[in-house]
């Protein structure tokens, strides 16, 4: 990192449904909080970035950037980033491009997605945007059936059985009983899983994150510092279509992005010690933790065996399987989580890896917890 930038400032809506908000007021919500637990005022924020991805699609809304600007008193020059569901993380990883730079000093970056709204199957159209349209979307597929077709090659591979897949829901919603902000908050157990209703092959209603409204906001800066300093940001992209990559088992973009953000870091993956990582399916839990190297090929599945044994937690929020995934939302809502259990704990390193599509842009971002290096960014919640 060219300079030292600092989370100083996280707020976010409970995710789920929100019948009476739109994107406006979402945004407003997170915003309001971030800003109230920052060591600033609004108008130290010389700049805002926007993740969102399906504006246009599900409210007839674009122009985004400029609508969250709206939202504080001085009206700063604001962008929006789009990346499907990793649009949250891109948009952090272009906010700290800024601070590095010296072009701002406070950057108020929000990310936002309002889904319920519409009905799944709009939903399930809209979202095929972050799929190859000649490729993926002609053959019928949606994202249940993208990674439909990657379980069901990984347990040929690696031979899964669907009762060990069932362990992954089972424990996401065992975690997000105790996050407040998470949509569903009740057990879930491994039967229930592989019992509940086919969406694709072998995917069942409880392997899929839901569909989601909800809002994250982070204030980064170089100028006011704060217990949370980003240690590495890092983005890595691969093939939109899985028809077009040598493997659909193991995805490239998250060990590139992994590879160079220890490298950037200077942090040891033995020395991490909260993941937030992208469990859009119960199978790509698994394949993010080989990915990012905490588990051989064919072996991710262990963690969720008995995620006690191990010194590193993983989705301790809940994840996107009972957090919920508004999907532009997500990247910065995982931040914000990594960083409550940092403080929590009072360990050093954490870790959240976003992807969109079917991991075609990766994101993963290392975070420094010092706890005598300045305030709390979650003091007021
Ligand atoms: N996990 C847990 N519960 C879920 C759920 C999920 N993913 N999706 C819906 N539910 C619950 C609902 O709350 C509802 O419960 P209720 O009857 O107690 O109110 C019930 O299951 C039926 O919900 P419904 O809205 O009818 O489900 P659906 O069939 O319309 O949608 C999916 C289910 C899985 C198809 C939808 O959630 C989906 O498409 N998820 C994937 C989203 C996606 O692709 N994101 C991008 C990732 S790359």
């Not at 700049?47 to 399906?54: E, H």
């Not at 975690?175 to 057990?187: D, L």
């Not at 989601?212 to 704060?226: E, F, N």
């Not at 993983?314 to 919920?324: A, D, E, H, I, P």
Request: with cysteine.
């Amino acid at each position: 990192m060219q300079r030292d930038t600092f989370l100083i400032g996280a707020g976010q809506t409970p995710f789920g449904e929100h019948w009476n908000k739109g994107i406006r007021e979402l945004m407003d919500d997170a915003v309001d909080k971030a800003i109230e637990a920052a060591p600033c005022s609004a108008l130290d924020i010389d700049c805002v970035i926007v993740a969102n991805m399906l504006g246009e699609s599900l409210s007839n809304q674009a122009h985004i950037g400029a609508i969250a600007a709206a939202l504080l008193p001085h009206h700063p020059p604001a962008l929006r980033v789009e990346s499907a569901c990793a649009s949250g993380a891109v948009a952090l990883h272009t906010a700290i491009g800024l601070l590095e730079s010296g072009r701002a000093e406070t950057v108020l970056v929000v990310g936002v997605e309002k889904m319920t709204d519409a009905s799944t199957d709009h939903v399930a159209a809209a979202l095929m945007g972050a799929a190859d349209a000649e490729r993926d979307l002609s053959a019928g597929l949606t994202f249940p059936g993208i990674f439909g077709l990657v379980a069901t090659r990984y347990m040929y591979e690696h031979g899964l059985s669907r009762e060990d897949l069932s362990l992954v829901s089972s424990i996401h919603h065992q975690f997000a009983k105790e996050n407040p902000y998470a949509q569903f908050r009740s057990a879930v157990s491994s039967h229930d899983v592989s019992k509940s209703t086919l969406v694709a092959d072998p995917l069942r209603l409880l392997d899929c994150s839901p569909i989601s409204d909800g809002a994250a906001a982070v204030i980064l800066s170089t100028k006011h510092k704060s217990s949370m300093r980003i240690a590495a940001t890092q983005l890595a992209t691969d093939s939109v279509s899985l028809a077009d990559r040598p493997t659909i088992t193991s995805f490239a973009a998250t060990r590139e992005a992994m590879h160079s953000a220890l490298a950037e870091s200077d942090v040891r993956r033995e020395q991490i010690d909260h993941l937030e990582l992208h469990d859009c399916f119960s199978i790509a839990a698994v394949i993010n933790l080989e990915d990012l190297g905490f588990f051989e090929p064919g072996k991710g599945v262990d963690y969720y065996r008995n995620p006690e044994a191990y010194e590193f937690t993983v989705n301790r929020s809940g994840g996107l399987k009972g957090c919920g995934h508004p999907v532009a939302a997500t990247g910065i809502k995982q931040m914000i989580d990594v960083c409550k259990q940092l403080e929590r704990s009072g360990k050093h390193y954490g870790l959240t890896q976003n992807f969109g599509g079917a991991c075609a842009t990766c994101a993963v971002h290392i975070v420094e917890h010092r706890a005598a290096a300045g305030a709390s960014p979650f003091s007021t919640q």
